[in-house]
Each structure stands twice: as C-alpha cells, then as structure tokens.
C-alpha cells in the first residue's frame, strides 16, 4: 500500500494521489456544511416563536364599514368589514389590468370579510387607512406612507413600487362570526 | 531593513525577542518614508482610524449598561442617558462618533477618487476600503437599531425586507434574520452580538488595508511614484505630527456637536418607543445613507432598486478597471476633475433627495441623479481613452521646489537640510 501510494513512483501512481486529495476535501468538505449547517439554524426560528402562531378573532363587534387590526405572529392582520361600494369597487375592476393581478373573489372567503396581512409587500411598512382620518390612497383602500404604494378595496397593489397585492393569511371560519387565523 | 536604534537597555532587550519596536517604526515611525508632498486630504485615513478606536472604546462601556431585549432596550438607554455617571457623555459620543466615522471616511473616499488613489498597483487597497466601507455600514445600521425606538424598529424593518427581493429564496432568508415573522426579540439580540462583533472585523480589514497600503507606501497628490530620498520624508514627525495637528481640528469640531448639538444628525421619532403597529410617516435613514436611500426609492421595481443600491456600492470595487487611463491625479486630467465634481455635487443632491418623500419633482430629480450617478461611470470609462492629459512632473522634489505651492512638511524638510 504504502508503496503504491509513494510520490516518487511515477505513472497510476499519480491518479491514486489526485482520488485520494479528491476524496479527502470532498469529505472534508460535506463535514464542514454537516457542523456548521447547526450554527445557521439557530437563527431560525424557534420552537417557542412557533408556537405563537394561531389567533382567533370575533367578528361579532365590527360594523360594516369598520376595519380593525389584531396581530397574528407579531404582524399586524387588517380585518375590514366591507361596505357594498368597497365590494362593488373592488369587483368592477379588469383583472388583466392589474399589476398583480386577482380577482376580488379569490381575496375572500367571505365577500364581506376581507382579511389580510397588513404590511406592505414592498419594504414591509404598515399601511395607513385602518384609521378613520387615514389617507386611504387613490383607490380607497389603504396607502403605505413610507414609499407611496396605494391598495384597493380589495387590498390589491394598484400604484407604487410595491409587487404584491396585500397577503392572505390561512385563516378558516369557525363559526359565523368567528375565525381561526393560522 | 529597518534602520531603528535605541540605547534603552530594556527596549534593546525586548527588541531581541520581539521586534515590535522596529515594527511600529517602519509602520508609523521614522522608518517609513512618505511622499513629501502630501497635502490636507491625507489626513482622511488616520483620523478614520481614531473615529473607530473611539467608537469601540465608548461603545464597550455602552455595552456594560445596555440590555438588549425588547421590553428592556429602550429604558436601558434612557438610563444610560439620566442615572449612569457621564452615561450621556459616552451615548452622544458613540451616537456623533457614527456620523463623524462617515463624515471622515467619504471625504477619504472621495480623495481616492479625485487623485486616482485606486490605480494600479493599489487595486486591492482600495477593494480593502470598500470592504471596510460595507462593514462600517452594516455596523452603524446594526447600531441604530439597539435603542429600539420607533426609527429603530422600521429601518430594522424596512432594511431587512430588502432582502425579500431575492427571488425564490428571499422570504426564507428575511425570515432567518430575523429569527422569528416579523423584527422582534430574536432580531434585536443577533443585531446587538453582531454589532459588537463586527467592529472586530473592521480591525482586522484595517490591518490589511494598512498592509496594502505600506507595500507601495501612500500615493500623493501628483499621482507620480516617489523616485528616491529626494521625494520621501520620514513619517516620524513629520506625518506624525501634521496627523495630530488634523486630529487637534477634529476633536475640536467633533466636541462642538456632542457639546452643543447632540441630537443634530437624529430622528426626534426614535425617542417614540419601538411600536411595530405603527409606522412612522416618514421613514428616513441616518443621513449617510440616504444617498443609497435615494437610489432605491427611484427604482419603481422592488427587485431592481435593490440591486440597484447595491449596485452603487458595488460597482467601486470594479472602479480600477473601469478608470483606465495611466494618470491618476484629476490634477493633470482636466476633463476628469470636472466630472469629479459634477459626480461629487450628485451624491450630495441624491442626499438630500433620500430625506425626502418619494412624489412629484422629488422623484423625478431623484431619477435623474440615480440614472447620473451610475452614467458617471461610463464616462470616466470612455474618459480614459479621449482625455488629453497635461504633461506630468518628472518627480515629486522637482515639482515640488519649483512649483510656488511647497506643502509645509517639505519646506521644513529644505530648512532642516
């Protein structure tokens, strides 16, 4: 063996060498991502932050037109209680003409009920309209201050540097006038 | 090599074992010489280096009375501001220290820019220095998000979201920052291990700055290579005590705002208390980075305005290869020297842009100075290649005893000899 793998023997020696290097920083190399692939996922997170990550709201207080905010894993969830106007709006619109483009009835479960996640798709600042007094944007929806992105009535990105419309949580009706969000 | 000497016994004795002494004489003593005609904008880098040492000296006291999480970080500065001796002191120090840090470090970038200081064979000095620059501003970014007010909370916010423009993989790694779904306790703790470890990291790519810098040793305002004795002085005294004369100037201004306008570089919204159910109406940056700001918000794709600010920073460690011609001071480049000064007066007006909301003339101004700054590049690029220069000096002495304008560290050096 030893005389084999010896430098100075010329010919198949030198290829048995190179597998071997090969080999040896491969394994090296598969090593290293094991150890430190541990150190990376710590900051993910973690088994407690996860655990936080149901809510369950009552609708029962809301009055049409009245939007409230919960939070839900440390975000802010924007649930409007539509007026007809804001659900007729929403749905005159042409999809195709849209920069991310949904129909107003795949935003909702409920047409009544919209519910979204209230942080805006392009840099994550909180969108101002959930107020009474709130700019709520050109399209009465709600308008993000920090770089000029207005939504619609359907939460539906229709001007500004934002890509997305406003995100669906998973969320379920468990009663009428109750849901279950996460 | 070196030519140092002692008649103390005890630094003879230490000197043996260790050669440190001729070490530091080499590096900032007698034993290194220097071009003999640096002026002023040479300061730049050794106060650079004081702005840190001060930053990590004041900040590990901080870091003796800060309590990162989110219940106590706010109230743990405000103590550190009432009840902790000379609390005050230490936290507008650190806090004006930042802004000077940046203040000090753009004017060295931009001499390095007016008197081709990146030119060959100081590429990788002056790659080192956009290393450090990007380390300085994660740091600084890290900073201010510790005393978790309400500026804290969105920059933290709104700087990590950037990362969600990367296709695919991005909400995956915002999460990882994070630690968590939104900023939070996690964010705040890993922010504050890192900004004390990073600082760290900026001495050891200090270290090799310096190193760079000392094997061809500091370039000068002609951009012609030192030929011999006749062009260099020592650094010790001379440099040494024309950088303490610069460092006399800096704490004296740098006193005057910790002093007298502390809060002059803040946000009146960061002593709000983080609330992450409201954003503020005004997001700004701290002000050195609203140039970068400026350019992401001219951009109206996501993707784009953030490759696009990191594109600016970016593009300078391609800058060697993209300034192509062999002169390297705007001195002896005419048309250069004003593109120098019309990219210079961009940066600035992209500063003031970045403070302000992102509508009407704002924006369109904004564009136009992103789409410039970016451009300026390819004009230096063709710049290199139709540029006349004027004719260079033969050497540093020469120009220097013939031309009316003798820095005062050559003229000492004429009366001494």
Redesign the interface.
């Known amino acids: 063996m030893a005389h084999s793998a010896s430098p100075t023997h010329s010919g198949d020696g030198e290829t048995r060498r190179d597998f071997l290097y090969l080999a040896a920083a491969g394994f090296g190399a598969v090593g290293t991502a094991v150890a430190v692939w541990p150190l ?1 996922d710590s ?4 088994a407690e ?1 996860l655990a936080l ?1 149901s809510t369950e709201v009552d609708l029962a207080p809301i009055e049409v037109g009245q939007r409230i ?1 919960v ?1 839900w ?4 969830i924007f649930v409007d209680r539509r007026s007809q106007e804001a659900i007729d709006a929403a749905r005159a619109v042409s999809v195709e003409d849209l920069p991310d483009p949904q129909a107003d009835e795949d935003r909702v479960q409920k047409a009544e009920w919209l519910i979204m996640i209230g942080i805006c798709t ?5 969108p101002k309209g959930q107020i009474a007094g709130d700019p709520r944007g050109e399209f009465g929806g709600w308008f993000c ?4 992105s207005h939504y619609d009535t359907a939460g539906r990105i229709r001007k ?4 997305k419309n406003l995100f669906i949580p998973p969320y379920e009706f468990t009663a009428d006038t109750t849901i279950f969000i996460g | 090599m070196s030519g140092f000497k002692t008649n103390n016994a005890v630094i003879r004795w230490i000197e043996y074992r260790l050669p440190i002494f001729s070490f530091l004489d080499d590096a900032v003593g007698s034993g290194y010489p220097t071009p003999r005609n640096l002026n002023y904008w040479w300061n730049f880098g050794s106060l650079a280096g004081l702005a840190l040492v001060i930053m990590m000296l004041t900040g590990i006291m901080l870091a003796m009375q800060y309590t990162p999480h989110v219940i106590f970080a706010f109230d743990s500065v405000e103590r550190i501001m009432r009840d902790v001796n000379s609390g005050w002191l230490l936290r507008y120090i650190h806090m004006n220290g930042g802004s000077f840090f940046f203040i000090v470090v753009y004017i060295h970038i931009f001499r390095g820019l007016y008197y081709g200081s990146y030119k060959a064979p100081r590429e990788l000095l002056w790659i080192l220095g956009v290393v450090i620059l990007l380390l300085m501003m994660a740091t600084a970014f890290m900073g201010y998000v510790l005393p978790w007010g309400q500026m804290s909370f ?1 920059g933290a ?2 700087i ?3 990362f ?1 423009a990367i296709p695919l993989i991005g909400e995956s790694i915002v ?8 900023v ?1 306790n ?1 964010t705040l703790n ?1 922010f504050y291990a890192l900004h004390y470890l990073l600082p760290f990291v900026i001495v050891g790519a200090v270290v090799l700055h310096i190193w760079a810098l000392h094997r061809f040793g500091s370039s000068n305002p002609l951009g012609i290579e030192a030929n011999g004795p006749q062009d260099k002085i020592p650094f010790h005294p001379y440099y040494t005590a024309k950088d303490a004369f610069g460092v006399g100037v800096f704490l004296v201004l740098f006193a005057a705002i910790v002093f007298f306008a502390p809060n002059l570089f803040g946000e009146p919204d960061n002593y709000i208390p983080a609330n ?4 503020p ?3 700004v940056p701290e002000w050195y980075f609203l140039p970068y700001y400026a350019i992401l ?1 001219a ?5 784009l ?1 953030v490759v696009a600010m990191f594109g600016s920073i970016l593009i300078l460690f391609v800058l060697p290869w993209i300034d192509r011609s062999p002169v390297r001071s705007a001195k002896f480049r005419p048309i250069y020297k004003q593109f120098f000064w019309i990219f210079l007066a961009d940066c600035i007006v992209l500063g003031y842009i970045g403070a302000k ?3 009407g003339v704002f924006l369109i101004v904004g564009r136009l100075a992103t789409a410039y700054y970016f451009l300026h590049f390819f004009i230096i690029f063709v710049l290199s290649y139709v540029e006349r220069p004027r004719p260079l000096p033969s050497s540093i002495g020469e120009a220097v005893l013939k031309g009316g304008g003798a820095p005062p560290a050559a003229m000492a050096r004429e009366k001494a000899q």
């Open positions: 990376i900051m993910n997170p973690s932050v990550s905010t939070v894993r440390g975000k802010p392009h840099l994550g600042c909180i201050p920090c770089h000029g500004g540097p934002a890509p | 969105w916010t709104v990590t979201n950037l969600s999460t990882w920052l994070w630690g968590g779904f939104a939070d996690p890993r992450p159910l409201s954003t109406a005004h997001i918000r951009i109206p794709d996501k993707l305005g909301p992102p509508e």
